[in-house]
């Protein structure tokens, strides 16, 4: 028997298949795969080797045949060499990997990979691994579980293998941004510009007053401040733990971008580069001319925060106190995903929606000013009365 494939460029190649009767009473279904590859198996009964012929053939006309042979390779091995194959920046890169090192099927076959293994691996990262550590948080689950996921469904689509074992596999729920968003107060903020060493008191501001991440901040250099017109433009970020890892990278998707900042944070800036010198080209803070890196710049923020007294706030708490400014003074959910550099607003709307009023708060406002203002009349007509 034999079926026609259809491939992508128009062409069909003919899947060619018979069953054959051996001398031990067995049958020996075999076909020819859309490369020429021939594949046989013995069967007992000839309504067995039928039906895992007509199975296969049906695979090759549908285009969703799967080379029994792919599916032989790891886990650790596929995701090797479609990670390698990914256009990805080092910061991707490095979490990527840190997921797939972290998955208990890594020497598993492909083809053998079940939902339960999946399954397994997210029990085992929400679990405590000693009595001295916690789990891990839900959304660091789910970015690990993103890039297997990845993965996985890439191996379908190269037809590795038939399905992906990862779909529907349920994740922790992480908790709501409103729940788990901590912003700085004002007086905090401030607190912590008070208390900062001078040369280190332009990164906080920056962070506060301009919304940049990290390695924006750290990526500046003098030429990226225009102090006329009162901008800053994010043409780069640093990314690395330390002084050997750090590397100048393009800024995330979609956050290259211009950022229009109080004349407060410009004054404070020139003073900044009158104070410590800072030249063309020069990186526009920096720690005795080494660049700042997420490790020395946690680490100077540690101490600011411990010399406030405030709380557990990171310098990217800084960034959502910036957007939650911006939403408070009535900005609109594309200036301020412009402000961020998101790459589209769904994204702002996912982390800040919680802060913009609501429908319920418009009400309660509306009245509140109606109410306001019917009193007022009633008080000024009675005191027109008893004139």
């Known amino acids: 028997m034999g079926g026609e494939a259809q491939g992508s460029r128009g062409w069909r190649r003919r899947a060619v298949a018979s069953i054959a009767k051996r001398p031990d009473g067995t049958y020996r279904p075999r076909y020819r795969d859309e490369n020429g590859k021939e594949h046989a198996r013995h069967f007992k009964r000839k309504v067995d ?4 012929l007509d199975e296969q053939t049906a695979a090759i006309v549908t285009g969703d045949y799967v080379d029994p042979a792919a599916g032989k390779i790891t886990f650790k091995v596929w995701f090797k060499a479609w990670s390698g194959r990914q256009v ?38 929400s679990q405590p691994a000693s009595s001295r550590t916690s789990g891990l948080a839900p959304s660091t689950i789910r970015t690990r579980y993103n890039y297997v996921h990845m993965a996985l469904r890439a191996a379908v689509v190269d037809r590795i293998i038939k399905s992906d074992p990862s779909a529907g596999v349920p994740l922790p729920r992480a908790r709501k941004a409103s729940a788990a968003m901590t912003i700085p107060a004002i007086e905090e903020v401030g607190r912590a510009l008070s208390v900062a060493p001078v040369w280190f008191r332009p990164f906080i501001a920056v962070c506060a007053f301009a919304g940049l991440r990290l390695g924006e901040t750290a990526g500046l250099r003098l030429e990226d401040v225009d102090f006329l017109r009162r901008t800053i433009v994010v043409r780069r970020q640093l990314q690395g733990e330390n002084r050997v890892t750090t590397e100048v990278v393009a800024p995330k998707f979609g956050s290259e971008r211009v950022v229009y900042v109080p ?12 104070r410590a010198g800072v030249q063309q080209g020069d990186w526009m803070i920096a720690n005795a001319r080494q660049p700042l890196n997420r490790n020395s710049a946690g680490h100077q923020w540690r101490e600011v925060r411990k010399a406030a007294g405030l709380g557990g706030y990171t310098l990217h708490d800084l960034r959502h106190f910036y957007a939650s400014g911006l939403i408070a003074s009535g900005c609109d959910v594309v200036t301020v995903q412009r402000a961020l550099g998101h790459s589209s607003a769904t994204i702002t709307l996912g982390v800040y929606s919680h802060l913009w009023p609501t ?29």
């Open 49 to 52: 080797a039928q039906r895992w």
């Open 88 to 125: 990805w920046e080092r910061g991707t890169t490095l979490a990527a990997q840190q997921a797939a090192d972290s998955v208990t099927f890594a020497d598993v076959p492909m083809r053998q990979i079940r939902p339960s293994h999946v399954q397994q691996w997210v029990k085992v990262m």
């Open 263 to 274: 004349a407060e944070l410009v004054d404070l800036l020139a003073q900044h580069v009158q």
């Open 359 to 387: 429908a319920e708060d418009r009400t309660r406002a509306a009245a509140g000013d109606l109410m306001a203002a019917a009193l007022g009349a009633s008080a000024d007509s009675l005191r027109t009365e008893g004139l």
